[in-house]
């Protein structure tokens, strides 16, 4: 069964700050892994899917890469802004019918 | 970018009654929808996948019976909580999956609160 899990559950930087958020999962036969934003009492933001073949996807300040063989995966912020406060949660698809599997989350604070 | 809603947003319903919950594309096709569940300060749980014009599949654990979900169109999906009790309060959100380019669209939440 697979399972994902986030490293570290929460996080506060300064703004400015370069961070890396974790996520591991036990099953490493994925079909695509996804980095989403979640704000307070709100639905998801796709930020980045990475699919199986790939080993990073980037869209402005934000860098996911994805090492299938550890079952790993990291989502990097460059200068990070209090506008990036949320949970980012990272998810796991192990087929192409889009069932995800979530991790917990990462609560991150980006303090001005 | 593809929309999906959900109706109602919030909803506070007594013990015993149902709640129906509307998860709706409205600009693409789906023939696939997710329902998934979430708790306080926890992580998003995948209840079941529905599929257009078919029964639902449901995740262990998940009482078929309590969550009636029903794929009716392309466009929409419904998730009736049936004979609510407190313990079911939580933020239902939706996804449903382009059924031409296969991307995934999160809905914005339903916030249940059964007293």
């Known amino acids: 069964k697979q399972e994902v899990t986030q490293i570290p559950a929460a996080l506060s930087v300064p703004e400015g700050e370069n961070l890396v958020l974790n996520c591991s999962f036990t099953d490493s036969a994925i079909y695509n892994l996804q980095w989403f934003r979640q704000d307070p009492g709100k639905g998801l933001t796709s930020l980045l899917l990475i699919q199986s073949s790939q080993r990073e996807q980037t869209s402005g300040r934000l860098n996911a890469s994805l090492d299938k063989s550890s079952g790993r995966s990291t989502l990097y912020i460059a200068a990070s802004q209090p506008g990036d406060s949320a949970t980012y949660l990272c998810?796991?698809?192990?087929?192409?019918?889009?069932?995800?599997?979530f991790g917990q989350g990462t609560t991150l604070q980006v303090k001005p | 970018g593809a929309v999906v809603s959900q109706h109602p947003s919030w909803v506070i319903c007594k013990s015993g009654t149902s709640v129906k919950i509307e998860c709706r594309s409205l600009?693409?096709?789906?023939?696939?929808m997710f329902w998934y569940r979430q708790f306080p300060k926890q992580s998003l749980m995948l209840m079941a996948t529905?599929?257009?014009?078919?029964?639902?599949?449901?995740e262990q654990g998940v009482e078929k019976d309590k969550f009636l979900i029903n794929h009716a169109s392309l466009t929409l999906s419904t998730l009736t909580v049936t004979s609510a009790h407190p313990e079911d309060s939580s933020f239902y959100i939706c996804s449903a999956k382009d059924r031409v380019f296969s991307e995934q669209y999160f809905g914005p939440g339903t916030r249940l609160t059964v007293t």
């Open positions: 529905s599929n257009e014009g078919s029964k639902a599949t449901y």
């Open positions: 600009d693409f096709q789906a023939t696939t």
């Open positions: 998810a796991v698809s192990s087929s192409n019918t889009g069932k995800l599997i």
